[in-house]
């Protein structure tokens, strides 16, 4: 796995590089669907990305949020499953909560993660056993289990909705920052304690994000609890998601299933 690593981090980095060219100067976006931008800075990374992982690994599938879907991927044991810029709203409004995220699955499962931001430089990185890393220092969840106590990093638009609104009291903080891999980044590094979105989510919003977690000593689950897997058929994950420590994550799914959430 070590050379897949080694191949994903430059990748990431060539990918970032490529997108602070456009980043706050004159770019193309258009909407592939409401509210879900696209930019050219979105496409070129991609095209990077693929050109780089996929010409040193062709037997390996490829899942891309800016790349046609193919049914050949289901057939393969190893898929890399990519975000080339997630956070696009925040690339676009010139704030740096984006990054280029890059998973490799294995039999379903996440066994390596990369996520790159190119404006703060921060390098996270993970594989399966091995543990995860920031800028090359291990890392690990917070053991915090108190939600009184706890940093919870939610999503920018399910603020804007008011989905948070009945969950204000039960934290300590309600951090929304944009990004759901950054994010999910940011909680296997400590910098909060629980990670949560209260709607469906595409796996390549997370799958590196699972790994770096997963390494981190948490666990990612959907707000059933159930575990999440890769390379399915229908690549949206839902109702929602959950990650921290187990014991955090236990207590927070306990809060947010006590009501209905609002759709």
Not at 22 to 40: G, L, M, Q, W
Not at 130 to 147: E, F, M, Q, W, Y
Not at 152 to 162: A, C, K, Q
Not at 203 to 215: F, K, P, R
Request: proline residues 5%; negative net charge; hydrophobic residues 40%.
């Amino acid at each position: 796995m070590n050379s897949e690593l080694k191949l994903a981090v430059q990748a990431a980095r060539e990918a970032g590089d490529l997108i602070l060219t456009y980043y706050k100067a004159d770019y193309e976006i258009r909407d592939k669907s409401y509210h879900n931008p696209v930019t050219t800075a979105d496409n070129a990374a991609d095209a990077r990305l693929k050109e780089i992982l996929r010409g040193a690994y062709p037997d390996y599938g490829w899942l891309s949020e800016e790349t046609v879907d193919s049914r050949e991927r289901l057939s393969r044991e190893r898929v890399w499953v990519v975000d080339p810029l997630d956070g696009t709203k925040e690339f676009i409004e010139g704030v740096p909560n984006f990054v280029v995220s890059i998973a490799l699955v294995e039999n379903r499962a996440p066994v390596l993660g990369v996520l790159f931001n190119p404006v703060t430089k921060e390098l996270f990185t993970a594989v399966r056993n091995g543990g995860a890393r920031l800028n090359g220092k291990v890392i690990h969840c917070t053991d915090k289990s108190d939600p009184a106590e706890m940093i919870i990093l939610n999503s920018r638009s399910e603020t804007r909705r008011g989905l948070w609104d009945p969950f204000r009291e039960q934290f300590a903080s309600l951090d929304a920052i944009g990004s759901v891999a950054y994010k999910l980044g940011l909680t296997s590094a400590g910098k909060a304690d629980i990670f949560a979105s209260l709607r469906p989510k595409n796996e390549w919003d997370i799958c590196a994000g699972h790994c770096l977690i997963s390494e981190a000593g948490g666990k990612l689950v959907d707000l059933n609890g159930k575990d999440v897997t890769y390379n399915n058929e229908v690549t949206i994950i839902k109702p929602g998601l959950v990650a921290g420590n187990p014991e955090a994550v236990r207590k927070t799914l306990t809060i947010l299933t006590e009501r209905p959430l609002v759709s």
